[in-house]
């Protein structure tokens, strides 16, 4: 596979609306697997995505190959987020008003290894300078080392953020609940942030 062979764009207007649906089959194949194994629902991904198209500060970023959509990446500004992921922040002195907040990348397996990451994150980087954010963040779960469904290979992302220069923030966890795969009920989870300064 060719990074030249995909097309990566923000998605606006009409472009956005039509991607929608399958941004959140994204989200549900990819936040399958480990580390979230998340169970999704087409319905809760409707009522989640609504705020990408009505949030006039909100980046949705689309991947697609031969016209299907294979990657998606979005992003908000972090006070329009969910208000316990801005919370850690305000220990740190930098108010939410000055952060992007990186809320997903999404790519379909296939698709991975070929810098595709990198655009997204080139994009989203792009986007916080165009808002005047001084401060990009993400966060990804923690997940105990002796979890049942743990793969016994497992590469994280870790090396890649780093090599974009986001570090771990020490002790700026959020907590957000979600269903795991073969649960009943929502569980909450920690979540541990990583921020780069722009």
């Not at 956005?16 to 990819?30: F, K, M, N, P, S």
């Not at 570090?167 to 009943?184: I, M, N």
Request: with cysteine.
């Amino acid at each position: 596979m060719n990074i030249d062979d995909i097309d990566v764009r923000a998605l606006k207007g009409p472009d956005l609306e039509a991607a929608l649906d399958g941004v959140a089959q994204l989200r549900i194949t990819v936040f399958r697997d480990w580390p979230y194994l998340y169970d999704g629902s087409p319905e809760y991904e409707r009522e989640y995505l609504a705020t990408y198209r009505d949030n006039p500060g909100a980046l949705l970023v689309g991947a697609f190959h031969d016209g299907q959509l294979i990657g998606a990446s979005t992003s908000t500004p972090m006070e329009d987020h969910a208000r316990e992921f801005a919370a850690p922040f305000r220990d740190l002195g930098i108010p939410p008003e000055k952060i992007l907040y990186g809320a997903e990348s999404v790519l379909l397996r296939p698709y991975r290894g070929i810098g595709l990451g990198h655009r997204f994150i080139d994009l989203r980087e792009a986007h916080a300078r165009a808002l005047g954010r001084t401060h990009v963040a993400f966060c990804s779960v923690i997940r105990p080392s002796d979890h049942p469904a743990r793969p016994a290979v497992y590469r994280s992302n870790d090396s890649f953020w780093r090599g974009r220069g986001y570090r771990t923030l020490p002790g700026v966890v959020a907590r957000f609940s979600w269903k795991d795969l073969g649960d009943t009920v929502e569980t909450e989870k920690p979540l541990q942030f990583w921020m780069r300064e722009l």
